[in-house]
């Protein structure tokens, strides 16, 4: 041992003896490295943690969009339950299913229709200190409008509903494809989805330049919902094409429609914004967005569309297309399901382009992850682009950390405009230049407007986004927390209430398949004990009672789950947007119901149901009382 100890010290001592020696120049150089050594592995484990916060942030999107055209299909199943419900009660209703269908969009036509007050009956009171609009639009007209933007001011309804007007009046003179041209100003800017966030249109126009007949622009559709500015900013667009009508090309993306509107928040927007003509802006909104162009061609070599392509894509087939016919693109011609529609072969041309994404391998599949769309290859870039005579194909609908992404052997590029999207700090914001002999020039951007999060460093800002992605993947759990008890269970033989992390990380993908890092995630959303297993309660005490079996737990749950699917069906039913569903509107839906089905539905039926909703009996059906009369539950 006396020898173990000495031989010890003695490699100490060798050790300082050698350090000694060398020179001060030479131990700084050491220090140096080692410096460097630690931050880079500590840099490695700030990028991992923001990766694995992007895949989460991600994921939960294309799962909402997913739901969305699940969406069709829940009122499809609720007609057919109407047709068992003629004389029912209340308990029969609180029985229905949670199979979820189609009639929304072919009662849609209806809905939107607007009988409320035109341009001409609206006038701006002389009181109102917000900017004033006169067409045709001038240059000054267009940067009051903005400076009043960013002052937080809302122009008038009949200057908004007289934009509209005119703007559509323009877009029915366009084609599907637009045609664009980098011969006479030297070049061209193509901006990506922008999604409400004014700061970062204002940031493109600082770096860019206002656009103009010397310095056009192409923005690639998505320019509304989820953002708190869309109307501003849509606004902002609409008049910069009646400004510059050959220098400004706007395309449509899958945003830019009616029932993702209502979903992602446009619709609340405006109505927020307008609440005395607010059906009637929507309608007006909705008849634009019908009439954009869904593809720009520039110098005849280069694409750019919002979504994509698909193996069956063709430009000359498309610009044939009366693009207007569908009053929501997420349902084919004559009511039939997405799942249907490949007998309409517009509308295939059409949805494809707007919900499509690419892939790195190659061949082509559905676009399993949004529920709408394709996946492409790199096989099927080429064939749809050689087919076509182009060269290369810009698209947008996917945020990217950098704000822009370069695949398919430099084919297919990816520009997405709106910085800090999921969470502030979690992506950049980028536009691409173009040259005649295409040249590419990315610029990037972050919108720093917040207040202090410079202030935080990379760790903190790091741990804010994580927080954020954690607090939205756990909700996520909750409404699925009956099914992966569930599945924890099976391996839970002993009734132990542990498992070993491998089955925890199978039962989480194999009931949520997220294809998330389970893995690193496991200490976030669980506890590890001491023997290296999971508890796995602990990742569900939090949301739920602690006794599942409770009755109506399961109910809950799954009203949790389908909340948003059931907030735009009222929305829909609601069509004055006062929050409140009235006789004359539940009886509007019934009568639908009766065009869809060719069912009547006897007056005292209608309203039974509707007394049958009516909990407080003031007349008036609320969403609380909605969400109760349509408790669904597993069959």
Not at 589 to 600: D, F, I, M, Y
């Amino acid at each position: 041992m006396g020898c173990g100890a000495q031989g010890g010290t003695i490699k100490m001592v060798s050790h300082h003896v050698t350090v000694s020696k060398l020179s001060k120049s030479e131990r700084s150089i050491r220090a140096a490295i080692l410096i460097q050594q630690w931050y880079r592995r500590y840099v490695a484990r700030m990028e991992t943690r923001r990766r694995c916060v992007w895949s989460i942030f991600q994921k939960l999107e294309y799962i909402s969009e997913q739901d969305q055209l699940k969406l069709q299909s829940f009122f499809g199943n609720m007609l057919v339950h109407y047709k068992s419900l003629q004389g029912t009660n209340r308990r029969s209703l609180q029985s229905m299913d949670g199979k979820v269908i189609h009639v929304i969009h072919t009662c849609l036509t209806l809905l939107t229709e607007d009988d409320g007050p035109h341009l001409d009956t609206v006038k701006v009171p002389d009181d109102y200190d917000g900017p004033h609009v006169q067409l045709p639009m001038t240059l000054k007209g267009l940067q009051t409008m903005i400076v009043s933007f960013k002052q937080a001011k809302i122009l008038h309804d009949h200057y908004v509903m007289l934009i509209l007007t005119k703007v559509c009046k323009l877009l029915q003179s366009l084609p599907n494809i637009t045609k664009a041209t980098t011969h006479i100003s030297q070049q061209i800017t193509i901006c990506g989805d922008l999604h409400g966030n004014l700061d970062d249109l204002l940031i493109i126009f600082h770096k860019n330049g206002l656009p103009d007949n010397d310095n056009p622009y192409i923005f690639n559709g998505d320019f509304v919902d989820r953002g708190s500015y869309s109307v501003e900013v849509a606004l902002i667009l609409f008049s910069l094409l009646l400004l510059y009508p050959s220098a400004i090309f706007i395309n449509r993306g899958n945003h830019e429609d009616y029932i993702m509107n209502i979903r992602y928040g446009f619709v609340d927007e405006v109505t927020m914004k307008y609440p005395d003509n607010g059906h009637t802006i929507i309608s007006l909104f909705n008849e634009v967005f019908r009439w954009l162009p869904v593809a720009c061609l520039i110098d005849g070599k280069v694409l750019v569309v919002h979504g994509g392509i698909s193996p069956s894509t063709d430009l000359k087939h498309l610009n044939t297309i009366n693009r207007n016919k569908y009053k929501s693109l997420l349902q084919p011609q004559g009511g039939s399901s997405i799942a249907t529609g490949d007998s309409d072969k517009d509308w295939r041309q059409l949805f494809d382009v707007l919900w499509s994404d690419p892939v790195p391998t190659n061949g082509s599949k559905p676009n399993t992850m949004r529920g709408g769309g394709v996946y492409f290859g790199p096989d099927i870039t080429d064939k749809v682009l050689d087919r076509n005579n182009i060269s290369l194909l810009v698209r947008s609908h996917e945020c990217k950390d950098e704000g822009y992404e370069v695949t398919h052997n430099n084919k297919v590029i990816t520009i997405f405009s709106s910085s800090n999207y999921y969470q502030h700090g979690s992506n950049k914001g980028a536009y691409l230049k173009m040259t005649p002999n295409r040249e590419l020039h990315f610029v990037q951007f972050l919108n720093t407007n917040k207040d202090g999060h410079l202030k935080l460093s990379l760790r903190h800002r790091i741990s804010v986004i994580e927080s954020s992605a954690i607090k939205e993947l756990r909700k996520h759990i909750n409404s699925n927390r009956t099914n992966l008890l569930n599945q924890f269970q099976q391996y839970d033989t002993t009734q132990s209430g542990t498992i070993t992390v491998c089955q925890w990380v199978d039962s989480m993908e194999t009931v949520l398949q997220l294809g998330l890092p389970w893995h690193t995630l496991k200490h976030q959303l669980t506890q590890i004990n001491k023997d290296g297993r999971v508890v796995y309660s602990t990742g569900l005490d939090e949301f739920c009672v602690k006794d599942k079996l409770k009755a109506g737990a399961k109910i809950t749950e799954t009203l949790y789950r389908n909340r948003t699917t059931i907030e735009t069906i009222f929305k829909l039913i609601d069509q004055d947007n006062s929050g409140y569903i009235s006789m004359s509107e539940f009886e509007s839906c019934c009568q639908l119901l009766e065009q869809v089905t060719g069912t009547h539905f006897p007056p005292e039926t209608v309203k039974n149901m509707a007394v049958a909703m009516d909990i407080n009996h003031d007349g008036l059906i609320c969403f609380n009382e909605f969400l109760e009369s349509f408790r669904l539950c597993d069959t």
